[in-house]
T-cell receptor
Framework: DAKTTQPPSMDCAEGRAANLPCNHS???????VYWYRQIHSQGPQYIIH???NNETNEMASLIITEDRKSSTLILPHATLRDTAVYYC???????????????FGKGTKLSVKP | AAGVIQSPRHLIKEKRETATLKCYPI?????VYWYQQGPGQDPQFLIS???????DKGSIPDRFSAQQFSDYHSELNMSSLELGDSALYFC?????????FGPGTRLLVL
């Protein structure tokens, strides 16, 4: 079973920031938080991941609480093309050998509206 | 940048037929994962390979088998196809952590 809880759906106005929450209260010390999104039956797209520090890349920012029990993905200026299902996934990042499959939960369906 | 390549992109088969899906990972990636996504469902992990050896196994039916070849490409072989096998099949590859997904193969079993 997925180790994360996300709201099933959210709306966001185009041009505004989209803040997607995720609860992962049972996360272990060696588990990372990964975010992927899937745009209508396309392959899941990697967005960002982090362990305990906040992270930012060209797509989004990831804010992880100090106790690591929850996180928020921020899309700073949402566009219509950001409409997708967003998945928050926790997993161990192993290097070499078994590297851990992804367990997808239900995700959050984000609708960006004009 | 090079991405994961999957072929074919679409496949139509009859019940009880066989199907072979192919996955070409991002160059230098050593791990391949296979996922199945049924209609209206979330992706489910099937099987993975690291350095040509099976590394993890998920909810893969016994009718399915897979392998990773010396050039790191992988094939998912599906026999005795059933209507319920109709789904999107995604391959992902990685090198030390983050998985990158291909565009998927849409399989329709009639």
């Amino acid at each position: 079973d997925a180790k994360t809880t996300q709201p099933p759906s959210m709306d966001c106005a185009e041009g505004r920031a989209a803040n997607l929450p995720c609860n992962h209260s049972t996360i272990s010390g060696n588990e990372y938080v990964y975010w992927y999104r899937q745009i209508h039956s396309q392959g899941p797209q990697y967005i960002i991941h982090g362990l305990k520090n906040n992270e930012t890349n060209e797509m989004a920012s990831l804010i992880i609480t100090e106790d690591r029990k929850s996180s928020t993905l921020i899309l700073p200026h949402a566009t219509l093309r950001d409409t997708a299902v967003y998945y928050c996934i926790v997993r161990v990042a192993n290097y070499g050998g078994s590297q851990g499959n992804l367990i997808f939960g239900k995700g959050t369906k984000l609708s960006v509206k004009p | 940048a090079a991405g994961v390549i999957q072929s074919p992109r679409h496949l139509i088969k009859e019940k009880r037929e066989t199907a072979t899906l192919k996955c070409y990972p991002i160059p230098r990636h050593d791990t391949v994962y296979w996922y199945q996504q049924g209609p209206g469902q979330d992706p489910q992990f099937l099987i993975s390979f690291y350095e040509k050896m099976q590394s993890d196994k998920g909810s893969i039916p016994d009718r399915f088998s897979a392998q990773q070849f010396s050039d790191y490409h992988s094939e998912l072989n599906m026999s005795s196809l059933e209507l319920g096998d109709s789904a999107l099949y995604f391959c992902a590859s990685s090198l030390g952590g983050t998985q990158y997904f291909g565009p998927g193969t849409r399989l329709l079993v009639l």
